[in-house]
């Protein structure tokens, strides 16, 4: 147990996948069981499942009512606490690093606004538009990279020989901060760069973790300075969520997938949940490619999907917290 919520209480990650089959509809009575003991587990202060801002973004595609009882219940189990955005939590990683202080609750979550976030018909709507146009934007940004991706699926490869291919992407990510962190030394400040899609221009994500650093953190230059040097000499592997991004990035390159809306939402997942998580719930390929990295255990997190033989290890890992 990792301690983050408290002596005794474990974190337990509720993925799309599992939130949906435990408190939408139960597929069966297994998970209808489960659904049971998570409930009262929580009530009993045993368990904590903080809600992911990502559960607000996919719900909005459900039904409404259905989404509003997946979120009154989604709720209760997280006893009021919701996992902060991606970027707010690696600029949280990030201090703990340069200032060595502890990681605690705070690192990883906010105070849930509200119990009932989806019965709000212009937040539901707002998440639903939001939802689109990611998915636009991902298959804008991917779409060469996915056709290079089907030429290069015809040949497979040993993992041996695709390590310096895994190193050149992990590279190829971590350059866009190292440039941002230059001109911050040089110049005191930035000016954000943007990236442009067909419908509009955002923030480029290493300027979004930037901006969090200097305006709510008060990143100072000589930080700025130890942080170059952190991340030329061991990369992204000492901010969990970077390290989780890159990798899981670098993966669906080196496997030859083509890249979804789906994907970008579970590695925003995965890059916030699994560092402080004891217990993690996914799908049976996020497992396979968290195990296949490494990352599972190197942030010592059981990850369980909803095969039969997973779903009867979880219930009997709940019974026993």
Same mark, same amino acid.
């Given at each position: 147990?990792?301690?983050?919520?408290?002596?005794?209480?474990?974190?337990?990650?509720?993925?799309?996948?599992?939130?949906?089959?435990?408190?939408?509809?139960?597929?069966?009575?297994?998970?209808?069981?489960?659904?049971?003991?998570?409930?009262?587990?929580?009530?009993?202060?045993?368990?904590?499942?903080?809600?992911?801002?990502?559960?607000?973004?996919?719900?909005?595609?459900?039904?409404?009512?259905?989404?509003?009882?997946?979120?009154?219940?989604?709720?209760?189990?997280?006893?009021?606490?919701?996992?902060?955005?991606?970027?707010?939590?690696?600029?949280?990683?990030?201090?703990?690093?340069?200032?060595?202080?502890?990681?605690?609750?705070?690192?990883?979550?906010?105070?849930?606004?509200?119990?009932?976030?989806?019965?709000?018909?212009?937040?539901?709507?707002?998440?639903?538009? !939001?939802?689109?146009? #990611?998915?636009?934007? @991902?298959?804008?940004?991917?779409?060469?990279?996915? $056709?290079?991706? =089907?030429? &290069?699926?015809?040949?497979?490869?040993?993992?041996?020989?695709?390590?310096?291919?895994?190193?050149?992407?992990?590279?190829?990510?971590?350059?866009?901060?190292?440039?941002?962190?230059?001109?911050?030394?040089?110049?005191?400040?930035?000016?954000?760069?943007?990236?442009?899609?067909?419908?509009?221009?955002?923030?480029?994500?290493?300027?979004?973790?930037?901006?969090?650093?200097?305006?709510?953190?008060?990143?100072?230059?000589?930080?700025?300075?130890?942080?170059?040097?952190?991340?030329?000499?061991?990369?992204?592997? !000492?901010?969990?969520? #970077?390290?989780?991004? @890159?990798?899981?990035?670098?993966?669906?390159?080196? $496997?030859?997938? =083509?890249? &979804?809306?789906?994907?970008?939402?579970?590695?925003?997942?995965?890059?916030?949940?699994?560092?402080?998580?004891?217990?993690?719930?996914?799908?049976?390929?996020?497992?396979?490619?968290?195990?296949?990295?490494?990352?599972?255990?190197?942030?010592?997190?059981?990850?369980?999907?909803?095969?039969?033989?997973?779903?009867?290890?979880?219930?009997?890992?709940?019974?026993?917290?």
């Amino acid at each position: 147990m990792k301690g983050y919520f408290g002596p005794g209480v474990t974190c337990i990650y509720l993925d799309q996948f599992a939130t949906s089959n435990l408190l939408d509809t139960p597929a069966n009575k297994t998970w209808e069981e489960m659904t049971k003991l998570l409930q009262a587990k929580s009530a009993a202060g045993r368990i904590i499942c903080p809600v992911p801002p990502e559960h607000f973004l996919e719900s909005a595609n459900k039904k409404h009512e259905n989404a509003m009882a997946m979120d009154k219940r989604f709720a209760a189990l997280a006893r009021g606490l919701a996992f902060k955005p991606e970027a707010f939590v690696t600029a949280e990683h990030i201090i703990s690093l340069l200032r060595n202080t502890p990681l605690d609750q705070n690192t990883f979550c906010d105070r849930l606004a509200r119990p009932d976030t989806l019965t709000n018909n212009k937040i539901y709507d707002d998440f639903k538009a !939001r939802h689109t146009l #990611l998915n636009s934007q @991902v298959t804008e940004i991917t779409a060469g990279q996915n $056709e290079i991706r =089907k030429i &290069t699926a015809q040949k497979r490869f040993s993992p041996a020989t695709m390590a310096p291919f895994v190193q050149f992407i992990k590279a190829r990510e971590i350059k866009p901060f190292i440039d941002l962190l230059d001109e911050v030394i040089g110049k005191g400040g930035f000016v954000s760069k943007g990236v442009k899609f067909a419908t509009r221009e955002v923030i480029h994500w290493a300027d979004y973790v930037m901006q969090i650093l200097m305006a709510h953190h008060q990143l100072g230059i000589w930080e700025a300075v130890f942080l170059k040097d952190i991340i030329t000499r061991t990369g992204f592997d !000492r901010i969990p969520s #970077l390290d989780i991004r @890159v990798s899981l990035t670098a993966n669906l390159a080196v $496997e030859h997938k =083509k890249e &979804t809306v789906n994907d970008q939402i579970d590695i925003m997942r995965l890059a916030t949940g699994l560092p402080p998580a004891d217990l993690l719930f996914t799908d049976r390929q996020r497992k396979f490619e968290l195990q296949q990295t490494g990352l599972a255990e190197k942030y010592k997190t059981k990850v369980f999907c909803g095969v039969k033989e997973d779903l009867e290890v979880f219930y009997q890992a709940l019974l026993e917290v």
